[in-house]
């Protein structure tokens, strides 16, 4: 993935560790000369769910390359944490909200062309156009019915490690490895570590690559 997410994942480090003072409603007690004021007690907010919009796009033109290749599929991690096919028409658009667990977090789209067999991606020449458009957007949010700025990736900020051209001398290192061609993908992925001051994210845990080398397409 020609770039990687590790600045973003820095900002959401510090949206899940801020923290707010509670309001003692105890009566004050007046500070004896010299004495220092006492720490309030802190509440750290705790991270709940990552909420995701995945968006993938393609011409009438590329959808027709996709056709001399093999069948276009759009596969993207749901709200239970699992990794979903569908057949990629064109258009793909999907909200949804994945809880975080003790465990952390992983949201992932690609868009992959399942070839036909060897020969077909053979004969299609040297290289072509399968230019896929996609966004892929997430906010924190904490159960305190608040959440974090939205971060976007797109393929047109040349995210989501963008592969316009299909060329065959790819096969091994995309359909080996992904199952398919890949014009598409991108991955946010974050564990949770749990200490006696509160809860803190670190990450990434994985790349998009190896996210979608860990859930290869199988037929």
């Known amino acids: 993935m020609k770039k990687n997410l590790f600045w973003v994942l820095a900002a959401t480090l ?9 309001e003692k409603k105890t009566e ?14 802190e509440k750290t907010r705790k991270l709940e769910s ?10 009438e033109e590329v959808q027709a390359n996709y056709q001399q290749v093999g069948t276009a599929y759009v596969r993207y991690v749901d709200a239970t944490g699992a990794v979903k096919d569908e057949l990629f028409t064109g258009s793909f658009t999907k909200a949804i909200d994945i809880p975080i667990t ?3 977090v992983d949201a992932a789209l690609q868009v992959i062309i399942v070839p036909k067999n060897d020969f077909d991606i053979n004969s299609i020449g040297d290289s072509l156009n399968v230019s896929t458009n996609m966004t892929f957007s997430f906010a924190v949010n904490y159960d305190d019915d608040t959440c974090s700025e939205t971060f976007v990736f797109s393929t047109a900020k040349k995210e989501c490690a963008p592969m316009p051209f299909l ?5 091994s290192r995309y359909v080996d ?6 014009p ?4 946010l992925g974050f564990s949770i570590e749990k200490t006696e001051y509160g809860t803190s994210t670190t990450g990434p845990i994985y790349s998009a690559a190896t996210f979608w080398r860990d859930n290869a397409y199988k037929k």
């Not at 909420?51 to 011409?59: M, R």
């Not at 060329?167 to 096969?171: G, T």
Request: charged share 20%; proline share 10%; hydrophobic share 30%.
């Open 14 to 22: 510090l949206c899940g560790i801020l923290t707010t003072s509670c």
């Open 28 to 41: 004050e007690i007046p500070l004896i000369p010299g004495q220092e004021e006492p720490e309030k007690p």
């Open 50 to 59: 990552l909420s995701v919009k995945y968006e993938a796009s393609a011409s």
């Open 102 to 104: 003790e465990s952390g």
């Open 167 to 171: 060329r065959p001398s790819n096969y």
């Open 177 to 182: 490895r992904f199952g398919g061609f890949v």
């Open 184 to 187: 598409a993908m991108v991955q």
